[in-house]
């Protein structure tokens, strides 16, 4: 047609009509029917392509050309005969199209072109007139062109159509994409365009209300796995919807300028999450090298995502296409993988994902080859995702609750078998606890028999230490001496014998070792043995003690005898030819009432000691050297004994300077009658004397010392005396002698029989014989306090015996009366006979610490001198005192 071609200069200069008629007369290349590029706009429906109906050509990029050089130069085509022309994928091209547009109808009529794909980059129209080729009307649209400066406020590429009954426009459109795999040209009239358009976007939202509801019913499931599958078809909807521009340019208007990022960026995306999907649904999720599957997708996705606002559409498919053919290979890979996975519904699993597979696959090759593709919204593809979603759904929970019941099985298999091996190993334990608990049974009983004959072996040999010592007292000034370091340190022996039965069994508490001590009469006595440990090495040894106001204290007196022991028998091995000392003072302690501090220093002209050795000298085993003699615990020992007792202990040394050791212990105030009223020991001439009036006495006692002590204490107090060395002589002897004795005395451990025997044989003869028990072992002891018998002994003493106890107990069960004890001047005192008084008497007296016998030794000093009254008053003031020191500086005038 001759119109089509005339040259552009003439419209825009209005040339002579001898050119347009030349230009009439020259035809069109490939036009072979003059009709088949007019388009009845009244006629034609709205599902009909109207692009195939025009002429065309394209060229690249952006195809600068004006309107007038394209109408005279552009190599019009028809379009139908070249649809080749119409498909640019993945480049920037520029297409160019012309139609003339008839109205046959006797009425105005009003179309929309509506361009698909909508997301073409820029469409500028042109309504020009056939015949003068002036230009009625100009229009943009396109995704460079904001929605309101559109002549149609729409999301999609809209050409309206304004024509007259019998009027004839010439539609020319020029159309920039950087991207055509296809186009279509549509007919609408405005208002169906508009209910066509909300039925989409009602259509989309619908399936957005769905989408995210599942996604909701999936993530209050709070399983991972579900949260995923909701995601996956959430990004499957915004990707297909923002095909049609459903999110950018309705749901959220402000994403207009980054719809083609969304796009793109929701493509990759897509794929992604199917992936992450499938390997935590197929369970490889722990697996090597899947386990960096979710952090790495993610990471690819973001990447592709930054670069769509840095690179070309065309680049940028061409990117995500190879992204797209790598996930699938990818999933491909994953296959042997879940393959291994031991669960049931696996393969089901995999068979629905993999539809999935096949069909992005099946899309992902249209798109590339541009055979099949579309870019409008594929609502089949949503309904797709939402089934394959729900039947993985259904198949995981199907697997999960297998998993679950099969877990639920394996617990109570799990169960009934660690009930069994339970039982199993409670019966066991059983039979070992029962077997421990009559070991236990067994020890307990060995260790009390133990304890027993421990007590016994080692306190019969102090009995006789400790009684034959008291003997020995009432020899000569020198003998005597010796005799009472002797009885003191079998007393300590013994106490330490019974605290160390004690410990073993576990009752000794430290209250029940505090006792009443005088405190000069106890340093007085260590004294006796201290000059011994010292003398050895040609030391001398000197005391002071100032009691002050409190002669009497309340202390662990066997610790302390230890403690002091101890720090003098240390400070004499490292000392020679030099002087050992021992300052003692007894004050209050600041703050605290009825509380006492026993204040002691000990100090030596010894070898002294390293300050490196100071920071260890109080731990066991050290030494100042290895040729040192001793095992190096004495110092422990101390400290230990003094922590025990709440105390403190320190030490300052120089090496050559000696030593000094100071040792605070808190004592508590005591009572002066505890001490007065325990029986002194004492040689024999201050023992009690009764009147026996010629009774008889039997002793059975397998250890020989101890049988020859008690048979000479009892005869010297008038006893007729029989011994047995042999428990079952004594008992034949009950059963036949005759007469029988008045007292039997027993100890109960003996050859073959226990004293309960000799006490059966004392009952069967005659009733009334009495029978008293003395015994080393505790066991018996204390069971005969706590258990009644109709078999009771007459009285209980343990060993070692302290013969003022033996007198007294021996008096009460024979019922003697005493006789008139020796004057304590030595001497029968007569009133006013002048005779002078016994001073090594009373020295001997205050080296004992007996009081009461100092205060009746004043009483007859005050009778025999009248002149020395005041002198007596004076001494027994201290005798009262406790001031043994001030007693000795006082008499020093009656030497």
Known sequence: MALVCLPVAHAESGGSVEEVKLVEQVEPVGNSDEKSDVIDLSAVSFDK???????????????????????REGRWQLVSENPGILEKPRQYSTLWLKVRLENSSDEHVVRWLDLTPWRLNQVNAWLVEPVSLDIRNEMTTGLKIPIDKRVVDSNKAIIPVSISPGESLLLVARIFSDSRPFLEIRSWEPVAFSMSEMAEWQFHSMLLAAVMTLLAVLLVTLDFRYALLGAWLLVIFIFESEKEGYISQVLVSSLFDYSANLRFSTWILTEAVFLVTSVYILGINKQRPWRFTLPVLLMVSAVFSGL???????????????????????????????????RQWQYALLGTLSLWWLASNFVLIGYITNLYYTASFVEMKIFSGITIVLSLLLIYSRQKRGHELNLEKKLRESERNQREKLEALVVRRTHDLNQALDDARKTNEEKTLFLGRISHDLKSPLTSISGYAQL?????????NFARIIHSSATHMSRLIERLVGYARGVVSHKERLST?????????????????????????????????????????VSLRQVVINLIDNAAKYTSSGNVSLEVNCHEMVGKTEQLALDMTFRDTGCGISRERIKRIFEPFSRESRDSEGTGLGLAIVKDLVTTMEGSVSLNSEPGSGTEVHVLIPVGVGDESEVLNEPASMPGALLPAYRVDGLSAWVVEDSQPILDLLCSDLSTMGFAIKGFQKGREAIAAIQNAEPVPDLIVTDYRLQGVSGDEVLMAAKARHDWIPVMLISATWSVLKSRDQQSSDLEYAACLSKPINLVDFRREVARVCALSPTRQPDPLGKEASTGSGDEPDIQQLLYLLEMGAVSDIMDWCDAYAAVCPDNKSLAAQLRSQAERGDFSGIKRSISVLQ
């Open 49 to 71: 392509n109207l692009v195939f109906d025009m002429q065309g050509f394209h060229v690249s990029g952006e195809g600068h050309a004006s309107l007038n050089k394209a109408l």
């Open 308 to 342: 769509t606002f840095f690179l070309g559409g065309d680049v940028i498919r061409n990117i995500g296409n190879a992204i797209d053919l790598s996930f699938s290979l990818v999933w491909l890979m994953m296959i042997p993988a879940a393959l291994r996975v031991d």
């Open 472 to 480: 020995l007292s009432a020899e000569d000034a020198e003998s005597a």
């Open 517 to 557: 001590i005088h405190v000069e009469s106890f340093f007085t006595a260590v004294f006796q043995e201290a000059e011994a440990l010292t003398s050895r090495n040609g030391n001398g040894f000197s005391i002071n003690v100032e009691t002050g106001d409190f002669p009497f204290v309340r202390c662990d007196d």
